[in-house]
Every structure is written in structure tokens, then in C-alpha cells.
T-cell receptor, first 112, second 115 residues
């Protein structure tokens, strides 16, 4: 399977804990995006990488959130001191330059 | 602020009927729109796109219409099948301050196809 993959698919955590999600984009894609989606809503842009450089961060991305793409391939999204409001589906997408974005299956986070 | 939104939250059709899903956008400067399909437990899947220099674009069983005058976008699905049951989103490509592009999605519309 050469699509975008995300791990884990589901994560249940207690409030205050830290969580980290991983995204593996399509191998030749240089752009990687993170989105957050709550029930019944469309995905909301969080942040964007071109190769290893993080070029854009949404105001939705509070200082508890950090994303990295150290080698320009896979990316991680970490949420520190999780809150119940962080419960959502976290989606990763990748693209080559400005072409079509391919989405992964998402990581569903539940904060108790 | 700018937004992309859908008129109807739910649509139920019979198998074999044609389906029309509508979307309104508010940013008249938008020049690229995409329709996505999202099945339960999966990420959004690209269906079809259209640029602002076009009024209509056809794919396999799908057609997207763009009316720039009223800032309206629609997705037509011909001979709807049970496999078309999903949530559909319209999205707008918007340039960010950093010069990159991000997708701005509207609220989803759930399509249910009854056999």
C-alpha cells in the first residue's frame, strides 16, 4: 500500500497526558499537512511542511501542539497536557508541490 | 470571514437516482475548488476538482458545476449507488500567508443511498 498511513488509528488518553501521532506520507511527496476534524465538520488546517521545513501554523495550533518532520519524510504531531477539547480526528495529507492532497485514514483521539 | 458551506446537511436517495449536492462559498477570489468524499472511518477522498475559469467539469458519473456569479458549486452524481453513501465536502484552495496552500472545507453533507 503506497498511500498515506497514520499511526495509531485510535488513541484514548486521560486529560493531562501527552500523546504523539505519526504520519507517513506518500514517499515522493514533498508537502505534508495536518488537519483536525470534529464530528460533522470538515477538516480544519493545522500546519504544513515542505520537506522538513514547517512553513505554516494555524492559530488553532496552541503552544501545547508541536509538529515535526525531521528528515522530510514522516511527521509527528505531539499534544502535551491533553484537554477534553482536543478530542477529534487528526488527519494527515501529503502532496507533490501544489497538486492534489491525499489523506490518510486519520488518528481518532479521545481524551477522558 | 471567508467560508465554504453546504446548503443541506443530509440527503437520502434511491439507488439509481441522480444526486445533487450543493455548496456556497463566500470568497469571490477563490479560483480552485475540490469535492471530497469521506466514508466512515476513512480520510477524505478526492472526487473531482474545478478551476474558476471553468463552469463545468465531468468525471466518471460525477459532474461539478461552478456558478461564479452566485458563488455556488454543485456536485452531481449520476445513477447513485449504495457505495456512494458517505459524507461529501466541498473545499476551497486558499493561499496561506506563508505562500503555501491549504484546504478550507465546508460542513459535510451526508448522502444515504437506499437500495
Amino acid at each position: 500500500d503506497t498511500g498515506v498511513s497514520q499511526d495509531p488509528r485510535h488513541k484514548i488518553t486521560k486529560r493531562g497526558q501527552n500523546v504523539t501521532f505519526r504520519c507517513d506520507p506518500i514517499s515522493e511527496h514533498n508537502r505534508l499537512y495536518w488537519y483536525r476534524q470534529t464530528l460533522g465538520q470538515g477538516p480544519e488546517f493545522l500546519t504544513y511542511f515542505q520537506n522538513e521545513a514547517q512553513l505554516e501554523k494555524s492559530r488553532l495550533l496552541s503552544d501545547r501542539f508541536s509538529a515535526e518532520r525531521p528528515k522530510g519524510s514522516f511527521s509527528t504531531l505531539e499534544i502535551q497536557r491533553t484537554e477534553q477539547g482536543d478530542s477529534a480526528m487528526y488527519l494527515c495529507a501529503s502532496s507533490w508541490a501544489g497538486n492534489e492532497q491525499f489523506f490518510g485514514p486519520g488518528t481518532r483521539l479521545t481524551v477522558l | 470571514g471567508e467560508s465554504v458551506g453546504l446548503h443541506l446537511p443530509t440527503l437520502s436517495v434511491q439507488e439509481g437516482d441522480n444526486s445533487i449536492i450543493n455548496c456556497a462559498y463566500s470568497n469571490s477570489a477563490s479560483d480552485y475548488f475540490i469535492w471530497y468524499k469521506q466514508e466512515s472511518g476513512k480520510g477524505p477522498q478526492f472526487i473531482i476538482d474545478i478551476r474558476s475559469n471553468m463552469d463545468k467539469r465531468q468525471g466518471q458519473r460525477v459532474t461539478v458545476l461552478l456558478n461564479k456569479t452566485v458563488k455556488h458549486l454543485s456536485l452531481q452524481i449520476a445513477a447513485t449507488q449504495p457505495g456512494d453513501s458517505a459524507v461529501y465536502f466541498c473545499a476551497e484552495i486558499k493561499e496561506t500567508q506563508g505562500g503555501s496552500e491549504k484546504l478550507v472545507f465546508g460542513k459535510g453533507m451526508k448522502l444515504t443511498v437506499n437500495p
